[in-house]
């Protein structure tokens, strides 16, 4: 794995590279991942633009890019700003992202391991509390992806009346979610989720996704994010490992790790596993996903 330091877009950033895939990593803000992507082409993430560090240190930037948070969402407790400097350390065969506890009492850190000369990457978010209380928590991973792409959701696994009489999927439905709006596509198998930059009503759909995985596929390309679930576990908002939100300029493609009440000085962590690759066709059917994704998903 490859790592330099850099001038990017006006911060102070850390490039690690494969040979295929490369990661740009803010320094002067964070926990952040600000570019995503294979060397040498487009950026996957929303950025931003201009790229630049806030007036006022104290109030919450919205820079793009991957980032860490902790559900469930709440005003003061979610978006503590992350606008101070971070620390990069280089681990050998992965490299570690460190943020100064925040004003919640919380510190985030991002381990980034890239497999030698391949289009995978692995990311484990880890929460330390450093208050003398217990914090409850969920482990909350958000990229936000560019736009004019298209989410997709797993369901569980389909099944047939009269034989399957007891419900075994889950859904969440914000306030503001109309279920009528055209961005939504739904199948037997799959809940499509494409983004409209013209349209600019806020959208978001949670839910239970035991199979591990989230895609979005975007101008042929598709990125694939995998992780855990724990069938018994409890996770925040109505039960969601996965959410989605849109808006007009972005799409936020969000996983979720169970909630734990974690103790002073105790941490917790929640890894995923990121697979890009090219030439992939629209996804605009149940059929397409299982020609272009699954193959992808079980490789």
Known sequence: MYIERLNYSGLNCYRLANGVLELIITGDVGPRIIHFGFIGDRNEFYQADPLALPADRSAWQLYGGHRL???PEAAGRTTVP??????????GDFVRIIQ?????GIEKQIDVRLTPASN???????????????????????????????????????????????PNATLAIWPYVDLSDPRFGFGR?????????????????????????????NADHLLI??????????YPDLGSNVEVFANDFMLELETLSPLVTLAPTASVEHVERW???????????DDAIDRCVLPVVNS
Do not use: C
């Open 120 to 166: 995978r990457v692995q990311l484990t978010h880890r929460l330390i509390n450093h208050n003398l209380w217990g914090v409850e928590l969920a482990v909350w991973a958000l990229s936000v992806m560019n736009p004019s792409g298209t989410a997709v959701i797993p369901l569980p696994p389909r099944g047939s009346h009269p034989d399957d009489l007891l």
């Open 82 to 91: 992350d606008n101070a400097p971070i620390t990069v350390e280089d681990h």
């Open 69 to 71: 948070w902790h559900a």
């Open 275 to 285: 697979t890009l690759v090219k030439d992939v066709p629209e996804v605009a059917s």
């Open 100 to 104: 100064p506890t925040d004003a919640a």
């Open 225 to 234: 994010k995998q992780f855990e679930y724990a069938a018994d576990a409890a």
């Open 189 to 217: 198998k799959y809940i499509r989720i494409a983004h409209n930059p013209h349209v600019s009503t806020p959208l978001k759909l949670g839910a239970a996704v035991p199979s591990g995985w989230i895609a979005y596929t």
